[in-house]
């Protein structure tokens, strides 16, 4: 049977959609996903075989036969991991000239026909932008050590630090430091030195806390209104700089940490684009989305902000259907 094919792979999860070549479902199937940039490819290349080997035979279908794959994988951010990826599928019998691999924000970008931007603040952040000239750009996700600002992990990582400081009794945040002290069973600044060393690097657990943190916002807590805040800026830092990448007029600035300031003493920028929201802070988080959506009519008064309808697995599929009609 022909078949089109859309996967949507995380470092947690793995997800495929198969249509025939009409474009009615077939199936769907999760499986494991792959952090592609972080595993490598050995790693990668034996994750993707297990997920579409899977896959394949609960619908008895066969790689020669597919139409158009578009694979939107996290951890694809050079031209060299695209490569990688084409390769895997290539291995397991895949045409190559029906193969599309792309950075699971970049995939966003085949939603708007014209100039596009999309931002993604889950548990990591990052930006891309198309310009008129079909250039593609790229600002920040390099991993919550180098960049992923405005994300999950740094919302958690100034929540903590705001509960240290309240235990230190340096600032007053009565409500999220009652939900950080019943999730963690963290009482003690000793207690929260042992937790940062255990946790620091591990993104899950401390991007867990931004829900907490967001549910204190909207009980009242000042300290972690502020931390959302903030946090929102980075992410529309984000769109900024991607748009000044677009406009050919990259501002070279020092990396900012808050914002507030220079986006007050800029003129609003004219470039006409669609900016689309996805990932769980932006699309779940009402105050922080406000924010952004706040800033843009600011400074971007000529965008338009969305959200998608569809998920990123129905989105892969209706661009390999398109991509390879």
Not at 50 to 76: R, V
């Amino acid at each position: 049977m022909k078949f089109y094919a859309g996967l949507d792979v995380g470092g947690t999860s793995g997800r495929v959609k198969f249509s025939a070549e009409d474009k009615t479902l077939i199936g769907e199937y999760l499986g494991e996903g792959c952090a592609f940039n972080t595993e490598g490819y050995e790693l990668g290349r034996e994750k993707y075989r297990k997920l579409m080997d899977a896959a394949l035979s609960k619908y008895e279908l066969t790689s020669s036969d597919c139409l158009g794959i578009c694979i939107a994988a996290s951890g694809i951010d050079s031209k060299e991991q695209e490569m990688q990826m084409r390769s895997i599928f290539e291995e397991m019998g895949f045409a190559k000239e029906r193969i599309l691999a792309v950075n699971d924000c970049e995939l966003f970008l085949y939603l708007s026909k014209g100039p596009v931007l999309v931002t993604i603040s889950g548990t990591g952040s990052i930006c891309y932008g198309r310009n008129e000239a079909g250039e593609v750009f790229r600002t920040g996700g390099w991993n919550h050590v180098l960049s992923d600002e405005g994300s999950a992990y740094d919302i958690g990582l100034q929540t903590f630090k705001a509960y240290a400081d309240w235990l230190d009794g340096r600032i007053n945040c009565p409500i999220l430091a009652k939900k950080i002290a019943n999730a963690t069973g963290v009482k003690t600044l000793e207690q929260a030195d042992v937790y940062v060393n255990d946790h620091l690097l591990d993104k899950s657990p401390v991007g867990g806390l931004a829900v907490l943190c967001a549910q204190a916002a909207e009980e009242g807590d000042l300290v972690a209104k502020t931390i959302i805040k903030e946090c929102a800026a980075k992410i529309f830092a984000l769109v900024w700089d991607t748009c000044c990448k677009m406009e050919g007029k990259p501002d070279n600035r020092i990396k900012r940490e808050l914002d507030e300031a220079f986006f007050a003493n800029q003129e609003a920028k004219a470039l006409q684009a669609d900016l689309w929201l996805w990932g769980s802070v932006n699309v779940k988080n009402t105050f922080f989305r406000e924010q952004i959506i706040n800033m843009a009519k600011k400074k971007l008064p000529n965008v338009t902000v969305k959200i998608p309808e569809k998920t990123a697995l129905d989105i892969a599929l209706g661009v390999a259907q398109e991509h390879f009609a």
